[in-house]
C-alpha cells in the first residue's frame, strides 16, 4: 500500500460542510462530523447518539435501541462523504451517492443514548462510478456493528 502524505488527510469535516456535500437532512442525516479523512479512501465518521433521536420513539421505546439499519446508513453516508472529498469542491454539490449492495452484516451490540458512535470506513475498490467499502461501528473503542457495501455515485448534470 503507497504511503499517504499528512498533507492529503483533511483531519475534520463539521456538520455545515457535510450538509453541503450531503442532500440528506434531518432526521436522515447520521452524521455529526468525520475525521482523519483521507480523500477518496478513508474516514471516520462520528455520530452523537442522544435519546432525542427519533428513532428511538417507535424503536424500543421502553428500552431505545438504534436501530442496525440506520448503524449501516451511517456508513454509507461516512462512504459517500470520504469519496466526495476526492471532487474539486465546486463539484461536490449536486452529486448523488446511491447504495448498491449491503453484504456481510453484524450487528454485535446495542447502541443506547448517550453512545457516540465512530464509523471506520474504507475503501476497498472502484469500477468506473461504483466504490466498494468496507465500514465498522465502534463505541468506546468496541465494535457494535459492520458492513461490506457498495454505492454508486451520479454526477450532477
Do not use: C, W
Not at 14 to 33: N, Q, S, T, W
Not at 53 to 60: A, V, Y
Not at 110 to 130: A, M, S, W, Y
Request: hydrophobic share 45%.
Amino acid at each position: 500500500m503507497d504511503e499517504v502524505k499528512t498533507e492529503q488527510k483533511i483531519p475534520e469535516i463539521r456538520i455545515g460542510e457535510i450538509m453541503k456535500m450531503l442532500p440528506h437532512r434531518a432526521p436522515f442525516l447520521l452524521v455529526d462530523r468525520l475525521k482523519d479523512v483521507i480523500p477518496g479512501e478513508s474516514g471516520i465518521g462520528i455520530k452523537n447518539i442522544t435519546f432525542n433521536e427519533p428513532f428511538f420513539q417507535g424503536h424500543f421505546p421502553e428500552n431505545p435501541i438504534m436501530p442496525g439499519v440506520l448503524q449501516v446508513e451511517a456508513m454509507a453516508q461516512t462512504a459517500g462523504i470520504i469519496v466526495l472529498t476526492s471532487f474539486p469542491e465546486e463539484e461536490r454539490a449536486g452529486n448523488s451517492v446511491y447504495f448498491m449492495t449491503i453484504n456481510d452484516v453484524k450487528f454485535r451490540k446495542p447502541v443506547l443514548p448517550g453512545d457516540v458512535l465512530e464509523f471506520h470506513v474504507k475503501k476497498e475498490q472502484t469500477v468506473r462510478n461504483v466504490f466498494k467499502f468496507r465500514g465498522e461501528a465502534f463505541v468506546d473503542g468496541k465494535l457494535v456493528s459492520q458492513a461490506v457495501f457498495s454505492a454508486m455515485i451520479l454526477k450532477k448534470k
